[in-house]
């Protein structure tokens, strides 16, 4: 059904519709709904000024060392914590609370202690960023099949050939999952960041756009996340469909079936 | 090589939170180099434990397996073992399942793949090296167990209910298919099994387990003539054979 593909984008024609009709009839004073002539004319200066690209580059920056510290702690105490049930035990209460502290209300707090610059945007992000991938990351290792480890077993495989040629590819489905989650999370942990206290970014060009009435810029600012946090879910997406190509053919079971 | 099995006054029990469970008691029998021995009893009896001890999967708690002379002490490459499940990897495809052991060990690309097309011939799974397991019937799925537990080489090939989970058509035609096999690659095999008919069609040998703990109550020598076609079940010989094993399964 090739028609299918057409669907989103006409949605998205249809909502500017929409918003260029409330523009044109006045429904909304302009401070809170600009024309979108107004935002792309904001676009357009923000880009050739510089600023836009530069409060890219540094909010890109922030979200993917976040993403990426976020994902190696989560990861890497993730498998611990499955492989360990004593260790969990003891750990489990403290990282639910962690995650039951709002990070919008500690944001602060991290301004505070690694400063204004993207120290801290990056703490945020990571924190955001954690628990899910935790959890998946445990979820993911105990699902791997107790024959299939018997197997291993049996094949005198060694912990780090366990891990490698088992554990990993048989994980990967649910970290990927959970990856997904925590790509757009990651866009969200640093805009956090960045309301809290920063001189750039992308949340920064929000926050001093708004403070001067200057609402195309703020949406060029939300437009862009958006776009940025669509990115980085359609990478990981990609990313999916080439890992795990083996399971789409499970949606043909019995193909080659005698 | 083929190897040679020994299995000397073997013993377990498990231990669970609500007391000791014996699962084998004092078993002894050989099992000869390049024979077939099925092991059969009713569900309990301790088959499998008998077949991971043998497998140096588990260690026994009396008593000690003994492969060409040696004890065995853990896995080793001599000897390869297929589940009652499959047991592959669906990430892979027929081909990468095949070559796992064998990657493990190192063994160069090139050797890997011509040793899994041998194989892939063999237990005839022509045309499917590179499908994946989801696209496999039970079947064929578990003659891949089957290639993938001969890729070693291994001299001993130990089979865990391997045609239990098979509609009884499949199962009688993979039956055959391993007495092909089992002639062809020159394997001492024992097998375990809950079906009399089936363990006296493929054996040497047929070891009879009574309920637990395990206990051989019968050794017997199936001296049908091979090959074997499928209709020798129906012969008087086999019939008086079955007769014998069911009746030590019963007692």
Known sequence: MPWRWLVSPLVALALLGLWYGVTAADLLPAFMLPAPGDVFEAFYEALEAGSLPYHIGVTLQEVLLGLASGLGVALSLGYLLAKFPLFERILAPYIVGLQAVPIVAIAPLLIIWFGSGTQSKIITCALIVFFPMLINTVVGMRQVEPDLRDLMRALNATRWQTFRYLEVPAALPVLLGGLKVSATLSVIGAVVGEFVGANAGLGFMINSARSVFDTPTVYVAVFTLTLMALALYGLVGSLERRLLAWQRRREQPGSFAS | ?251
């Open chain 2, 1 to 251: 090589m083929p190897g040679m099995l020994y299995a000397d006054r073997i013993g377990h029990t498990f231990y669970m939170p609500d007391g000791a469970l014996p699962a084998l008691h004092n078993v002894t029998f050989a099992v000869a180099p390049c024979s077939l021995v099925c092991v059969v009893g009713a569900s309990g009896c301790g088959k499998s434990t008998l077949l991971r001890i043998l497998a140096g999967l588990l260690k026994p708690s009396a008593g000690r397996a003994l492969l060409d002379g040696s004890p065995i002490e853990g896995p080793s490459p001599r000897v390869g073992m297929v589940f009652q499940k499959a047991n592959l990897m669906p990430w892979r495809t027929v081909e990468r399942n095949l070559t796992l052991p064998l990657e493990l060990n190192g063994v160069p690309r090139a050797e890997r793949e011509a040793r899994a097309a041998a194989l892939i011939e063999l237990v005839g799974l022509e045309g499917f090296a590179g499908a994946y397991p989801a696209e496999l019937s039970g079947g064929m799925a578990q003659r891949v167990a089957i290639a993938r537990a001969l890729i070693y080489r291994p001299g001993v090939l130990l089979l865990d209910e391997p045609f239990g989970a098979l509609d009884a058509l499949t199962r009688e035609r993979l039956g055959s298919e391993l007495l092909r096999i089992w002639q062809a690659s020159g394997n001492t095999v024992v097998m375990v099994t809950h079906s009399i008919q089936e363990a006296i069609f493929l054996a040497d040998r047929v070891i009879v387990l009574s309920g637990r703990p395990g206990e051989i109550v019968l050794n017997l020598e199936v001296p049908l003539p091979r090959p074997r076609a499928l209709d020798v079940v129906h012969s008087a010989g086999f019939g008086a054979l079955s007769a014998r094993v069911r009746a030590a399964i019963g007692a």
